[in-house]
């Protein structure tokens, strides 16, 4: 069946560096990846999707890899700021063109001051 | 445009109980899926409506259903509440664009004693 898996354990880095987050998948060749962002309390904010074709996306400080290869997306937040600390989740489609997600199970960065 | 909402925010119910959770997309999406978020399981996919038609289902007992109205809003319900049936409930909605991001609601935090 179709696995998502993200380092569980939380990333913790200085304010100013740059974190990388790591999503791998198995048993599965999505269409595309998409990155979202959720407070504590609060639902998932959508930040960032790479489809199957594209190496790398960009947004603001938000940078996006996609390996089809190694089925791998890294997740980099660059000059990082403690207003970024959160939990970041990947998540893939369930099945084509619906609103089906599935999502792995998170990754919580806390940036320090 | 207004956001996803979802009511009621909170609610504690005892077991055995029956819960109905309500959801308005934003203007224009046609589809709602909704989601349950535990500490344990993550974010699991539930069922997806669009244009009052269920298209996907999760892997949950028969006592989680929904329904969706001509309006879009939607509503789960859960019959005969377990303790396990505890966890923040999201709600989510989609423009039915090819790459279907999701725009999550604030999710109604479901306790059950």
């Known amino acids: 069946s179709q696995k998502i898996e993200q380092n569980s354990e939380a990333l913790n880095i200085q304010e100013g560096k740059t974190a990388t987050l790591t999503c791998n998948y198995t048993?599965?060749?999505?269409?595309?990846l998409q990155w979202y962002r959720q407070d504590p309390g609060r639902g998932p904010v959508f930040l960032l999707l790479i489809r199957e074709n594209e190496k790398e996306k960009r947004k603001e400080r938000l940078k996006v890899t996609f390996d089809t290869t190694l089925k791998q997306s890294l997740f980099h937040i660059t000059a990082s700021q403690p207003a970024d600390s959160a939990t970041y989740l990947c998540?893939?489609?369930?099945?084509?063109?619906?609103?089906?997600?599935?999502f792995g199970q998170g990754t919580t960065l806390q940036v320090k001051p | 445009k207004a956001g996803v909402t979802q009511t009621p925010r909170y609610l504690i119910k005892t077991r055995g109980q029956q819960v109905t959770l309500s959801c308005s997309p934003i203007s224009g999406h046609r589809s709602v899926s909704w989601y349950q978020q535990t500490p344990g399981q993550g974010l699991q996919f539930l069922f997806e409506?669009?244009?009052?038609?269920?298209?996907n289902k999760g892997n949950f007992p028969g006592r989680f259903s929904g329904r969706q109205f001509s309006n879009s809003r939607s509503e789960m319900n859960v019959s005969t509440l377990e303790l396990g049936d505890s966890a923040l409930y999201l709600c989510?909605?989609?423009?039915?664009?090819?790459?279907?991001?999701?725009?999550f609601g604030p999710g109604t935090r479901l306790t059950v004693t």
């Open positions: 409506y669009f244009s009052e038609t269920q298209r």
């Open positions: 048993n599965y060749s999505p269409a595309y």
């Open positions: 989510a909605s989609s423009s039915q664009g090819q790459y279907n991001e999701q725009y």
């Open positions: 998540a893939l489609p369930g099945s084509s063109n619906t609103g089906k997600l599935i």
